[in-house]
């Protein structure tokens, strides 16, 4: 193909992610809406697998309400994150990264690798300043499709957490006494699992593979999306919120004194410190000190009290979705919990035409479906964990540790395709779902292929 033709109809990958954007604009709809649709088809089809319609409101009620701590718990670390990610000292590093870059090929780069590593330290920050990030380099740099920046910077978020000792799993199984640990019937260290040698070279191909797609798939002239063509919802240079005016009365004093929220910081990182020390890093590890770690380190990037509450209440609308659509995943889990149930179908069905060779594949395609109706590890791996252990101790010579990173991966996989995760980073940069899925199913299908070939053909080598 001549140059002329690939710079008017773009790279041949960009031709074929192209149909998955067309499937998204027609067929995709608001992220709420997907998950009603869902919600509709689990209710039929356990009606089909012999459930009775009382008992499934029953158990759809009781999903529903289990999640309303965890949605909340959800929405504030979403909130906190942020706050943090939007912050003026946060954006002047990010300007300054930016600032490093001057082609598209380096832009990109260092956008999937910064996605990377933040994903390591936290799934909710890197989904905010990730895509804040790729603004301040489509600022900068012209040829960027923003769209497609927005989805390989959430892709790199998923799969981060395929390496991360914190990812829900990994962590739970290293405490021993878990109710992970009582499933898989022992305790493993993320040495075991996390850092198996088979689950980081896997973790490696798939980065590298994510890193071209993004570099190779370029849009025509005609079809590239910069950001000047989006209505941004965040500005790249977030305001401080301090409070310029003097202080006059005693009320104002305190609103904009600093020692304040310096001693609030000094309780939370005390605290953190001191469980650390007790603990141990993964022993003390758990949402709550994550969630109030930033918190902490909120008291320090917005001193000022009234400062730091403005500056959290125009971070909680990005928190929305989160918070009302999480209760909604937990009704459509109680329904798949429900004993004989169609998660128990579902999952059964795929693991029993498993051998030890296959098993690991299967359990990861079993787990990429479950995570459409559960887009909670834990909760996926409270229905799923169980059969997969079984399977694993009942067919001679499968890899258990091999299995469980499986599960993993096809949790984290199909993320790509339920909208829950991504809807934070849409509402920072004012897009619609159907913006980016496309690109993210076109993602997936890569992510699918080369992860059922590296569980195959990786333990052989390792």
Not at 145 to 169: E, K, N, R
Not at 230 to 257: G, L
Not at 305 to 326: C, G, R, Y
């Amino acid at each position: 193909m001549s140059e002329h033709t690939e710079k008017s109809n773009g790279t041949f990958l960009w031709r074929i992610s192209k149909k998955f954007s067309f499937a998204a604009e027609k067929i995709i709809p608001d992220s709420f809406v997907f998950c009603v649709i869902l919600m509709l088809v689990v209710f039929v089809c356990s009606l089909l697998c012999g459930k009775g319609p009382l008992e499934l409101l029953n158990a759809w009620w009781d999903g529903l309400s289990s999640q309303f701590t965890l949605a909340f718990q959800m929405g504030l670390m979403v909130i906190v994150c942020a706050t943090c990610a939007r912050s003026p000292q946060v954006a002047k590093l990010l300007n300054k990264l930016a600032s490093l870059v001057h082609t598209r090929t380096a832009a990109l780069i260092v956008l999937m690798l910064f996605g990377y590593v933040t994903s390591m330290l936290n799934w909710a920050f890197c989904t905010i300043v990730t895509p804040i990030l790729a603004m301040h380099m489509a600022k900068r740099i012209k040829g960027l499709h923003f769209p497609m920046m927005v989805a390989g910077g959430y892709s790199c978020m998923i799969l981060g957490q395929c390496l991360g000792p914190s990812a829900t799993l990994y962590s739970n199984l290293a405490t021993e006494g878990s109710s992970y640990a009582e499933i898989v019937g022992q305790s493993m260290s993320v040495a075991d699992t996390c850092y198996n040698p088979m689950n980081i070279i896997l973790f490696t191909i798939l980065a590298i593979v994510f890193v071209l797609l993004v570099l190779f798939t370029q849009p025509g002239q005609n079809e590239l999306v910069e950001l000047g063509d989006i209505a941004t919802e965040a500005d790249v240079v977030p305001a401080s919120y301090k409070n310029t005016d003097p202080a006059v009365t005693a009320a104002e004093k305190m609103n904009t004194f600093k020692p304040f929220m310096w001693i609030t910081g000094a309780f939370i990182f005390i605290y953190i410190i001191t469980s650390v020390v007790q603990k141990g890093l993964l022993g003390a590890l758990n949402m709550n000190l994550v969630i109030f770690m930033f918190v902490g380190i909120n008291c320090f990037l917005f001193p000022e009290p009234h400062q730091w509450i403005e500056a959290h209440k125009n971070s909680m609308h990005l928190a929305t979705d989160v918070m009302l659509q999480f209760p909604f995943y937990g009704a459509i889990m109680g329904m798949m919990y429900l004993e004989g149930g169609l998660g128990s179908v579902l999952i059964g069905a795929i693991v029993s035409v498993s051998n030890a060779q296959t098993l690991p594949i299967f359990s990861f395609l079993s787990a990429c479906v479950t995570n459409l109706f559960i887009p909670s590890q834990g909760g996926q791996f409270t229905v799923q964990g169980p059969l997969i252990v079984e399977a694993a101790k009942a067919i001679p010579g499968a890899n258990l540790v091999n299995c469980l990173n499986a599960f993993v991966y096809g949790d984290e996989c199909t993320n790509l395709l339920q909208p829950l995760y991504v809807i934070p980073a849409l509402s920072v940069v004012g897009m619609k779902l159907k913006d980016v899925w496309g690109f993210m199913a076109f993602i997936c299908v890569f992510w699918a292929i080369i992860v059922c070939g590296g569980l195959y053909f990786i333990p052989m080598f390792v």
